[in-house]
Every structure is written in C-alpha cells, then in structure tokens.
C-alpha cells in the first residue's frame, strides 16, 4: 500500500516507460509522505480501443492514474503528490497533461493488508517494520 493504478492505451507505453514512471511515481510518493519504498505498488493496463469512454464516446487518447493511498495526509501533500505524478506521466510518454485522469483515494490502514500484516498508520513504519521483522524476512525491498 500505496497502490497506483495506471491505465494507458495500447502502444503509448514502452516497457522503458513504465519502469521510468513506476520509479517516478514511487519517487514522488516517498517524497511526499515519508512512507518507505518498499510499500508503493504500481500495475498497469494497457486499453485496446472500445475501452475507455470520455462524455459517452469512444476515447482513445485518455490514459488514468488512479491512487489508493493510506488515510491521513494533509490535502495540499495529496495535491502535490497528484501533481507531480501527472508531470511525471507527461515528461516520460510525451502525452500532454490535458489527457491525464488523475486521482487518490484514501484507504484507513486498520482495513488494509500487505504482506498478510495489517498496515500501521502514517508515521508509525519504523515500530511496525521493528515488530514484524520475522514476518517480512525475505520481502523485497525491506532490507530484512
């Protein structure tokens, strides 16, 4: 957790590209919330053409970040954050910001889950790395 969802259609992203905006996006998220790296996911999906719908219609040129991130920060973090990834988006795919849907979502950390442990509240990373240290031995980018 953090989960960004990242929806583009088919073709505009190289495999390149979503590693530079995976990076970006977790770049931005740590940087943003203080939050360790190894808690930001990014998937994508790429949509063929009969998929993505604007006002009704087809829409072939509209790409979404949708972000699921965990309750508690301040709205100008939040703000700063979704800016930065859809400036981010745009400088690596060259698509212009104007075709870029961006969200966040908050998720409280007492109903989420990662790596079958309930999550600790922004801030409190640090005590539950310390108290789960068994439990995520072998983890990818925990470092334990």
């Not at 970006?24 to 360790?36: K, L, N, Q």
């Not at 790296?37 to 994508?44: A, C, E, G, I, P």
């Not at 790409?63 to 400036?87: D, H």
Request: some cysteine; charged content about 15%.
């Amino acid at each position: 957790m953090p989960i960004y969802q990242c929806s583009a259609p088919v073709g505009i992203l190289t495999d390149s590209m979503k590693s530079e905006i995976a990076a970006a996006i977790t770049d931005a998220h740590v940087e943003a919330t203080g939050a360790p790296r190894v808690f930001v996911h990014v998937f994508f999906q790429e949509l063929p053409p009969g998929v993505a719908y604007s006002a009704g219609e087809i829409d072939t040129k509209i790409s979404g970040i949708q972000g699921a991130i965990r309750a508690g920060r301040p709205l100008e973090v939040k703000q700063k954050l979704l800016k930065n990834i859809v400036a981010s988006w745009s400088a690596i795919t060259g698509q212009p910001e104007k075709q870029v849907l961006a969200g966040i979502s908050e998720i409280d950390s007492d109903t989420s889950m990662e790596y079958g442990l309930i999550l600790p509240h922004p801030g409190g990373e640090t005590a539950w790395f310390a108290t789960n240290a068994e439990a995520l031995d072998g983890i990818q980018g925990t470092g334990l």
